[in-house]
């Protein structure tokens, strides 16, 4: 069921389904022991996911189905950060099938295959990224039990770990007998699976000691001709952990251990990789998260109508060496550039792929992936010119009204979904794109008075409806503060996420937020800096070099959750638009 994001695959078949459930099916991607996966759209056309259709004979067996019900709702508890979440599944009518978000990027398999073992920051960075994975897995009660490079997404923020779970609803009583196939891959089966033992979260530790050894030298630890020998080296040899650097071999061989009792944990990992010790302290690396991915804490406040602006002794300035991201291109500041060259990530992003940190909050444990930040503070408030603004006090002001979707309510502005509208975008009450600042900085406060965690609210820039086909560029935060996303709206060429950070800096879970983006065109129009800041924490700083969207407008959008029966009801407050002069 393993699919290569990033690539399209191929065309649809004929007998391929144009839908499934609400999800428009736009091409195919891959197909495996269970069933195809298809690349496909979401009900707002702003969002590719991943939909992986059971085969029709594994769907007919009632202890798979009972089995894949169970293990699919399990997965669905599973934190997103370093994995690919699931986001809907169909598990009582024909076909089944499982919906996550969709990767861009290779997997470890065909990176390592192409371009041979990575560099050793990346290493270390597929290490912490894919134990981090699974300490979110394990925390939810889940055993992988296929971990392997074809698992493991290189995105462009980070490792991914797909299909965790859904390996065990092969388990049925009949299944491996039916088949004649067992669930995992030789190469990366731990030794306790092969004498029959129970598998536990330290068989996924072995499968991460041999995915971070291949990441490393290129090949499997226990690598064989045939599956009766490499069951042999797994049972009885010595792992090939030659061309590791030391420090990471030591942890590699650890997880390695023939007896499960003996490996370290996931947590333990994390520990060991970050420099913590045989444990990670929470508080510790709680710090690191906030300084190592943000690294900084600044608020480009405008108007003091808009609030007050940070606290000069709570700002910073991004540490030295901070990554900049230009569209997919992710690149190093010079003053942090290693020592060695980049030929080896030629055509995927550049510099250190895959750095990242780690926090651990109860059993589950944060990545930091170094994804882009630009130095920094946002504009200051003397930079400024206010074109539009509104506290909604008035309602002839100019915003449309619809029934019981959008509109004025006691001084502020009003957005609801509903089962038939599952997304709503509003925009300042000016026709024409020209009247438009660029470079521009909106400013909003939000308020989600009803709705489930998975829905989204924030605003959008550089938005134009020519002839009915949308572009624009969606900055969104999920109302449990539990990730954001930049997305580019293209039109007929679809949607494409720039940036999705899991964690939000200074969200507040229950109180009003304010949401300010900053959109900038830069080099006559050939790049377009983006930036997000929630309650004056900076979430997001990318630069899409890759046929930016022109100027246009800018306004609030919200997005309700996977679940269509629950809709999400914002409410939105003193509006502001302003021109960046510096």
Request: charged fraction near 25%; proline fraction near 7%; hydrophobic fraction near 35%.
């Amino acid at each position: 069921m393993t699919t290569h994001a990033g690539e399209n695959g191929e065309a649809l078949r004929p007998e391929d389904p144009a839908e499934l459930g609400p999800y428009r099916i736009v091409g195919r991607l891959g197909r495996g022991g269970m069933g195809t996966v298809y690349l496909g759209e979401d009900p707002t056309g702003t969002r590719r996911v991943a939909v992986k259709v059971i085969n029709r004979e594994l769907a007919g067996e009632a202890a798979f189905r009972d089995r894949f019900r169970r293990e699919v709702t399990a997965a669905r508890q599973v934190r997103r950060f370093c994995t690919a979440p699931v986001l809907d599944a169909e598990l009582d009518d024909d076909p089944l099938y499982v919906v996550t978000e969709y990767i861009e990027g290779p997997s470890l398999e065909r990176a390592v295959a192409d371009r041979g073992p990575l560099p050793g920051s990346d290493v270390e960075g597929v290490a912490v990224g894919v134990a981090t994975a699974l300490a979110a897995i394990h925390g939810a009660g889940i055993v992988h039990r296929d971990l392997k490079p074809a698992n493991v997404l290189l995105s462009s923020t980070g490792p991914r770990v797909i299909d965790f779970g859904i390996a065990r609803a092969l388990d049925a009583a009949d299944g491996p007998t039916r088949t004649g196939q067992f669930v995992g891959t030789p190469n990366y089966l731990p030794p306790e699976l092969l004498r029959g033992e129970q598998v536990t979260p330290a068989s996924d530790v072995f499968s991460w000691g041999c995915v971070v050894a291949y990441a490393g030298t290129g090949r499997a630890p226990f690598a064989g001709n045939t599956v009766p020998e490499i069951f042999y080296r797994v049972a009885h040899d010595e792992p090939r952990l030659d061309g590791l650097d030391p420090d990471l071999r030591d942890v590699v061989a650890a997880a390695l251990d023939k007896d499960p009792r003996k490996r370290p944990s996931v947590q333990n990992l994390l520990g060991r990789l970050v420099g913590g010790g045989e444990k990670a302290d929470p508080a510790t690396l709680a710090q690191t998260v906030q300084a190592g991915w943000h690294g900084t804490a600044t608020d480009p406040t405008v108007r003091a109508r808009t609030g007050p602006p940070a606290d000069p002794a709570t700002r910073s300035t991004p540490r030295p060496g901070a990554t900049v991201t230009r569209g997919t291109e992710v690149t190093r500041s010079d003053s942090a550039r290693p020592g060695r060259g980049s030929g080896w990530s030629r055509g995927l992003p550049r510099g250190p792929l895959l750095i990242a940190g780690a926090a651990v909050a109860a059993l589950a444990v944060l990545a930091v992936v170094a994804f882009t930040v630009l130095r920094s503070d946002g504009p200051p408030e003397e930079n400024l010119a206010t074109t539009f603004s509104d506290d909604f006090a008035n309602d002839q002001s100019g915003w449309d009204s619809f029934v019981n979707d959008y509109g004025y309510r006691d001084g502020k502005y009003w957005m609801k979904t509903s089962r038939f509208t599952t997304s709503i975008a509003r925009w300042v009450p000016k026709k024409d794109v020209n009247a438009f600042p660029d470079p521009v900085l909106a400013t909003v406060t939000a308020n989600v008075t009803e709705g489930p965690a998975d829905a989204r609210f924030g605003m959008l820039c550089r938005g134009n409806n020519n002839k009915s086909v949308i572009t624009q560029y969606l900055f969104l935060v999920r109302a449990d503060g539990k990730g954001a996303v930049l997305r580019k709206v293209n039109g007929d060429r679809g949607s494409k996420e720039l940036a999705a950070p899991d964690s939000v800096p200074g969200f507040d879970a229950g109180g009003v937020h304010k949401i300010q983006i900053a959109c900038a065109g830069q080099d006559d129009g050939k790049r377009v800096r983006l930036r997000l800041w929630v309650n004056g924490e900076q979430v997001i700083d990318v630069t899409d070099t890759d046929q930016p969207l022109g100027n246009g407008w800018v306004g609030m959008e919200i997005q309700q959750g996977g679940n269509q029966a629950q809709p999400v009801n914002v409410e939105f407050d003193d509006f502001d638009m302003s021109k960046i002069l510096d």
